[in-house]
Nanobody, 128 residues
Framework: QEQLDESGGGSVEAGGSLTLSCTAS????????MAWFRQTPGKEREGVAW????????NYADSVKGRFTISRDNAKNTIYLQMNNLKPEDTATYYC?????????????????????WGQGTQVTVSS
């Protein structure tokens, strides 16, 4: 299993923006479902957004639709999570994840156990 390389967390005020980055090896990145999850203490890991790196097809949790954008840069083996209009309830540790290959599905955000590779997590704190 590969540890993905995340960066970009931090502290912002409500309404602010942050961008997270996640870099994988070429082998893991190509033709794969990659996603962002988040977790707060005492709660289960929550799927935020996924992207299929082959065609850039995306899907979002209802709680972030219209505010977050997931994208990828094939040349850099990197996915991004642009987070706008951040709210205090977005405060969490954010994790990048990648499957072992293949497309995402409609339930990928509810199936963290189907992801094989994970980042170390990056903290996002939004103050009111």
């Amino acid at each position: 299993q590969e540890q993905l390389d995340e960066s970009g967390g931090g502290s912002v005020e409500a309404g602010g923006s942050l961008t997270l980055s996640c870099t994988a090896s070429r082998y893991t990145f190509d033709h794969n479902c990659m996603a962002w999850f988040r977790q707060t203490p005492g709660k289960e890991r929550e799927g935020v957004a996924w992207i299929y790196t082959t065609d850039a097809n995306t899907n979002y949790a209802d709680s972030v639709k219209g505010r977050f954008t997931i994208s990828r840069d094939n040349a850099k083996n990197t996915i991004y999570l642009q987070m706008n209009n951040l709210k205090p309830e977005d405060t969490a540790t954010y994790y990048c994840a990648a499957k072992g290959g293949g497309a995402c599905s409609s339930i990928s955000l509810q199936s963290s156990s189907t992801f094989s590779h994970w980042g170390q997590g990056t903290q996002v704190t939004v103050s009111s």
